[in-house]
Nanobody
């Protein structure tokens, strides 16, 4: 059974930090590129950060570049998103996404809420 389980969300003040984790199971994690997406109320889901299957390639959306860092541990089947200097506009549900570019299989997590507010 494929599972992507996000954790680490919560309420944080502007300027604060959070670290999201996404634990994967039920598939060969090392064969999948991983991404973090987010969706704010009334808005479309948007890509936040991407990391290739080996971790050698990382890309970020312009609105988080320099503040967020994506990383992965293939031994622990986990991808992380370190979020620093958080802003109220970062408030959203954050989703973990896995994609195998060879067979095009993909999986979504259930999401974790991040709220940035004073």
């Amino acid at each position: 059974q494929v599972q992507l389980v996000e954790s680490g969300g919560g309420l944080v003040q502007p300027g604060g930090s959070l670290r999201l984790s996404c634990a994967a199971s039920g598939f060969t994690f090392g064969d999948y590129a991983m991404s973090w997406y987010r969706q704010a109320p009334g808005k479309e889901r948007e890509l936040v950060a991407f990391i290739s299957s080996t971790g050698g390639v990382r890309n970020y959306a312009p609105f988080v570049k320099g503040r967020f860092t994506i990383s992965r541990d293939n031994d622990k089947n986990t991808v992380y998103l370190q979020m620093n200097s958080l802003k109220p506009e970062d408030t959203a549900v954050y989703y973990c996404y896995a994609r195998n570019y060879y067979n095009n299989e993909n999986h979504w997590g259930q999401g974790t809420q991040v709220t940035v507010s004073s």
